[in-house]
Each structure stands twice: as structure tokens, then as C-alpha cells.
């Protein structure tokens, strides 16, 4: 059975600063990996999915990168900016049927 | 706006009531999906369709609970007799089978309190 989980839970961190955060997953027999944002009280943004046959992938100021044999991935957000406060979800695909999220990360930028 | 689409946005109902909650996928999405969430997890998947077929359900989806989606486009999940624990937000997500990953685009969800 697939569990994934996030370090860290919570994250404060002043404007302007680079930061990475981790997922890690214990089946590697994944179909992709998904990162998105979660407002309060709101639904899920897509931010970035990784194939399995991919290694990294990059929007913006967002790089999300995968290991499968490490069953790691990690999202690193650059010169963050206090819009980028949100919780920060990963999630496994497992072969297209089903996503298997970890708990989150709760990001707070500070100006 | 052409995004995921849910209804209604928040829901109140007494212990014991039914509810349904409907989802309106991307248009030319063939893949939908339920998820449920509780304050401070993530997501749990519940079911999901392709096109008008159930294909999967998870052991979360206890025989209180239905889904569907009889034309293949927009969907319906209901719950009977409600209990205090199915309080949370259920979000549904749509995506489109193809070769770069199948992304999955979520709604903003239906908050559910039930008294």
C-alpha cells in the first residue's frame, strides 16, 4: 500500500529566501508525481507533475524534482514571496487510477 | 471558466439527513474523481470514473455512500443517513487520459458540517 509523507510539516521563512521541501513515498512503482497548492479553504492547484520516466520539472520559479529509486521528490521554490503562503501537497499517482496525497506542507512567507 | 465545477459550496444537514453533492468536470475530461479531506490531512481518494464507468473504489467509500456519473460527463455523490464523522470537504477532480501524465485539475470543493 502506497503512503506518502512531507517534511516538513510547517515551514516559516522570510521573503526572498530559496527553499526546498521533501516528499517521500514508499512504493516506487509510480505512474507520476503531482505537486499542488491548497489555499485555505480552498481547492487544489496543479503546480507541477513529474513522469516516471521523467527526472525533473521546472515552471517559473518552481522546480520539482524525482527519484523514484529513493522514492523521494522534492519542490524548490525560489526567491519566495509571501503570495507563495499555502499548505503544499505531493502526491503519488498509482499507474493513472488513483493519487495518494501526503499530509502537506504548511508554508508561510513573511515580508 | 472552464475549470471543475462543484455544488453546492458548503452544506449543513442534520445527522441521519441524505445529501448529494454534484461535480462538473472539464468538458472534454474523461476521468473524474472524489476525494474527501479532513482539516489538516490530505486528500483521501474515494472513486473514480472513466467516462460512465465506476472503476475503482476505495474502502473509505462505505455502503452509505454512492456515486455516479450516467453520462459520462458530470457526476453525482451521495451520502444517506449522515453521520457526525462524514463532516469535511469533498473535492472533485477531472483529468484527461493522454501521454503527458494525466494531470488532475480539482474544484473548489463542498464543505459538509453535519450537526
Known amino acids: 500500500k502506497q503512503e506518502v509523507t512531507q517534511i516538513p510539516a510547517a515551514l516559516s521563512v522570510p521573503e526572498g529566501e530559496n527553499l526546498v521541501l521533501n516528499c517521500s513515498f514508499t512504493?516506487?512503482?509510480?505512474?507520476?508525481l503531482q505537486w499542488f497548492r491548497q489555499d485555505p479553504g480552498k481547492g487544489l492547484t496543479s503546480l507541477l507533475l513529474?513522469?516516471?520516466?521523467?527526472r525533473e520539472q521546472t515552471s517559473g520559479r518552481l522546480n520539482a524534482s524525482l527519484d523514484k529509486s529513493s522514492g523521494r521528490s522534492t519542490l524548490y521554490i525560489a526567491a519566495s514571496q509571501p503570495g507563495d503562503s499555502a499548505t503544499y501537497l505531493c502526491?503519488?499517482?498509482?499507474?493513472?487510477?488513483?493519487?495518494?496525497f501526503g499530509p502537506g506542507t504548511r508554508l508561510s512567507v513573511l515580508p | 471558466d472552464t475549470g471543475v465545477s462543484q455544488d453546492p459550496r458548503h452544506k449543513i444537514t442534520k445527522r441521519g439527513q441524505n445529501v448529494t453533492f454534484r461535480c462538473d468536470p472539464i468538458?472534454?475530461?474523461?476521468?473524474l474523481y472524489w476525494y474527501r479531506q479532513t482539516l489538516g490531512q490530505g486528500p483521501e481518494f474515494l472513486t473514480y470514473?472513466?467516462?460512465?464507468?465506476?472503476?475503482?473504489k476505495s474502502r473509505l467509500l462505505s455502503d452509505r455512500f454512492s456515486a455516479e456519473r450516467p453520462k459520462g460527463s458530470f457526476s453525482t455523490l451521495e451520502i444517506q443517513r449522515t453521520e457526525q464523522g462524514d463532516s469535511a470537504m469533498y473535492l472533485c477532480?477531472?483529468?484527461?487520459?493522454?501521454?503527458?501524465?494525466?494531470?488532475?485539475?480539482f474544484g473548489p470543493g463542498t464543505r459538509l458540517t453535519v450537526l
Open positions: 502526491a503519488a499517482d498509482n499507474y493513472g487510477q488513483n493519487f495518494v
Open positions: 470514473f472513466q467516462n460512465e464507468a465506476q472503476l475503482e
Open positions: 477532480a477531472s483529468s484527461l487520459t493522454s501521454g503527458d501524465g494525466d494531470t488532475q485539475y
Open positions: 513529474i513522469q516516471s520516466s521523467q
Open positions: 512504493d516506487s512503482a509510480i505512474y507520476n
Open positions: 468538458s472534454e475530461h474523461n476521468r
